[in-house]
């Protein structure tokens, strides 16, 4: 069965740090896909990942993909307020299927 | 960069009824599109793959009666939840692959939060 694990599932974060949010998954695939949620509100596309050592940066916010380990990280720097959100990861299955991992959701306080 | 829009954006139904939502790719060709479902707090959980000109692909334990998806055009995907109950309650949301890209990214709708009473 395929497993797509986020973590950590909440994440509280002080404004001005460093934090990661890993996202492991149990089968091959050479994509990945980040996404943030904001409440209420539908996914907004972060990070397209199609090869192995890609990595992403846009502002705060860096994603990697390690498809060997089958590990994916993102990465923010400096935290902000409005960084609070959900970010979800999502493993590229086949056709464009994709399985999501359960979500992390953020807070940055000051 | 690709847009996909849903309609309606919200839709408040009486329990038996059937409610239909829309989803458009606006400014590309999409042979495959997505319905998911997502419970407050929870990922999405995907439904069934809608592809153009065909029957819609299920996932396990969704119910094809119940949930009916017609894909009649490259642009256009509706599902229809029939005899809807509150257990049907959910925030839906539609993406939609592009024919012409080079690789899988999904668009996604803004979504259609249906309540049920």
């Known amino acids: 069965e395929l497993k797509v694990e986020q973590n950590p599932l909440f994440l509280s974060m002080q404004e001005g740090k460093n934090y990661t949010i890993y996202c492991n998954y149990s089968?091959?695939?050479?994509?990945l896909y980040w996404y943030r949620q904001d409440p209420g509100k539908s996914l907004e596309s972060l990070f397209v990942?199609?090869?192995?050592?890609a990595v992403k940066q846009e502002g705060r916010l860096m994603a990697s993909l390690d498809t060997k380990a089958r590990l994916s990280t993102l990465h923010i720097t400096a935290a902000v307020h409005d960084l609070s959100a959900t970010y979800f990861c999502?493993?590229?299955?086949?056709?464009?299927?994709?399985?999501f991992g359960a979500g992390t959701q953020v807070v940055v306080t000051p | 960069g690709a847009v996909v829009s849903q309609h309606p954006s919200w839709v408040i139904c009486k329990s038996g009824t059937s409610v239909k939502i829309e989803c458009r790719s606006l400014?590309?060709?999409?042979?495959?599109m997505f319905w998911y479902r997502q419970f407050p707090k929870q990922s999405l959980m995907l439904m069934a793959t809608?592809?153009?000109?065909?029957?819609?692909?299920?996932e396990q334990g969704v119910e094809k009666d119940k949930f009916l998806i017609n894909h009649a055009s490259l642009t256009l995907s509706t599902l229809t939840v029939t005899s809807a109950h509150p257990e049907d309650s959910s925030f839906y949301i539609c993406?939609?692959?592009?024919?012409?890209?080079?690789?899988?990214?999904?668009?996604f709708g803004p979504g259609t939060r249906l309540t049920v009473l």
């Open positions: 089968t091959t695939s050479d994509r």
């Open positions: 400014d590309f060709q999409a042979t495959t």
């Open positions: 999502a493993v590229d299955l086949s056709w464009g299927k994709f399985q």
């Open positions: 993406s939609a692959r592009d024919s012409g890209g080079t690789y899988n990214e999904q668009f």
């Open positions: 990942l199609l090869s192995n050592g």
């Open positions: 809608s592809n153009e000109g065909s029957k819609a692909t299920y």
